[in-house]
């Protein structure tokens, strides 16, 4: 469930509208929400502008819901107008996807694996740490041996450690998912997350109440 934070502009020569926070995935029920809570508000300064028509009227937003505005319409004489802008802050939110009948994303990102945003470590499969890599944890195949291995120095590199190791939970999953984004930047460059996942709710397979990997993401899109 995604929350809303819109803040109202100026109608005449007053701001009116408090500023309101709105929780839900349904971009209906988000305009119904607006329209309801500002109309006691504007319908005063409607009456004052000589227009309290216009406070019969919607909530509409942008296709990326940033930015919104009111709309009155008149079907019989076919006559609009268009007033009090209000910008629209989201808090992204992790979402689960399902396979139920008639669910709907909502426009969630989806950040599961198949797509270059998913989870390389996998529960129950191996990973490689290297103290000369700073302890980043990379995906290793199955058929290498666990354990620890000691490695002498070599230039340019000294002396190292490299440990096999198997994933052993959800949690363990996204703890070495976000090392190995940490350090290996160059493929999870935080401005590249940032300018594709920003404001948008990101969605995988994992149940809410359980680690995933899409929360980290989360937190790198909002940095």
Known sequence: MATFTIEFGALGDTRPVPDLTVQTTDPNVLSRTVADHARPHITPVLTDMGRPELADCMFRTNRD??????????????????????????????????????????????????????????????????????????????????????????????????????????????????AHTAYNNDVWDPEIIRAELAGRDLMCWCPLDQPCHADVLLELATA
């Open 65 to 178: 819901r940033t930015m919104g505005q009111f709309l009155w319409l008149d079907l019989a004489t076919g006559k609009a107008a268009e007033f009090l802008p209000a910008r629209i802050t989201t808090v992204p939110e992790r979402v689960q996807r399902k396979r139920t009948a008639g669910w709907t994303a909502n426009g969630a990102r989806y950040v599961g694996r198949g797509t270059r945003w998913g989870n390389p470590f996998v529960v129950g499969a191996r990973y490689v740490n290297r103290t000369a890599f700073h302890d980043a944890p990379f995906p290793a195949p199955d058929d290498k041996p666990l354990g620890t291995t000691e490695h002498a120095a070599w230039s340019p590199w000294p002396a190292w450690t490299e440990t096999v190791a198997e994933i052993k939970d959800r949690q363990h999953a996204v703890d070495l998912f976000r």
